[in-house]
């Protein structure tokens, strides 16, 4: 079955220093890739997202991600940390008819 | 209006009681998508509407939930008999187009919370 797995549930890196989180798929048709960001109490906002136009994709706010088919990968980075990114990272994959299909979740703090 | 809006924001239910959490989309999004978040979990798809066809509903957990969309505009997840296990955010997405193939972007309203006690 389709899946998408994001590794490490938390991550805390400090402020000004590189931001990783990680995202894995298992797709065996072309993926479409997507990256959401979630503050507390509100909804999911698009940060960005792959449609194989470009394997390097730049989102809002800094972030970017690279498509790497041969590791099934789209790593979620961001050079520098500011205390405002800290929230929940979904990585999802487009499954049948459109639906997403999530990862776990990663939940991202920053240390002043 | 501007984005997505769902009502209420929280719900508090007893076991046993009927709910329903509305969903009103982007205007003129053809696509609307149902999500259930668990505590501590990604989203997972529910149900997908394309105008008032609902075309998806392999994700809904039983029988006591129910999902309408009557004039291809706001839409309406209805829970009978609510359990425990049903407490969770209940999100839910709307997109532009709606061809199978696309990436269109789902925006997302903020959410209802449902607890059942």
């Known amino acids: 079955a389709q899946s998408v797995t994001q590794l490490g549930s938390h991550v805390s890196v400090s402020e000004g220093a590189l931001v990783l989180l990680r995202c894995n798929y298992s797709?065996?048709?072309?993926?479409?890739l997507f990256w959401y960001v979630q503050y507390p109490n509100q909804g999911l906002q698009l940060l960005l997202k792959y449609t194989s136009a470009a394997t390097l994709v730049k989102g809002i706010n800094g972030f970017e991600a690279e498509f790497k088919k041969s590791e099934t990968s789209f790593h979620l980075t961001k050079p520098s940390a500011h205390m405002s990114d800290a929230a929940e990272y979904f990585c999802a994959d487009r499954g049948q008819g459109g639906k997403l299909i999530f990862g776990q979740g990663t939940e991202l703090s920053v240390k002043p | 209006g501007a984005g997505v809006s769902q009502s209420p924001r929280y719900k508090v239910a007893k076991r046993g009681q009927d709910v329903a959490l509305r969903c009103d989309p982007i205007?003129?999004?053809?696509?609307l998508f149902w999500y259930q978040q668990a505590l501590g979990q990604g989203p997972e798809f529910l149900t997908y509407?394309?105008?008032?066809?609902?075309?998806?509903k392999s994700g809904l957990p039983s029988d006591r939930f129910f999902a309408e969309r009557p004039e291809g505009s706001v839409s309406t997840l209805k829970i009978q008999r609510t359990q425990q296990e049903d407490s969770a955010v209940y999100l839910c997405a709307s997109s532009l187009v709606a061809k199978r193939t696309s990436t269109d972007t789902q925006y997302f309203g903020p959410g209802t919370r449902l607890t059942v006690l």
């Open positions: 797709s065996s048709v072309p993926p479409y």
């Open positions: 509407f394309q105008n008032e066809a609902q075309l998806d």
């Open positions: 205007s003129g999004h053809v696509s």
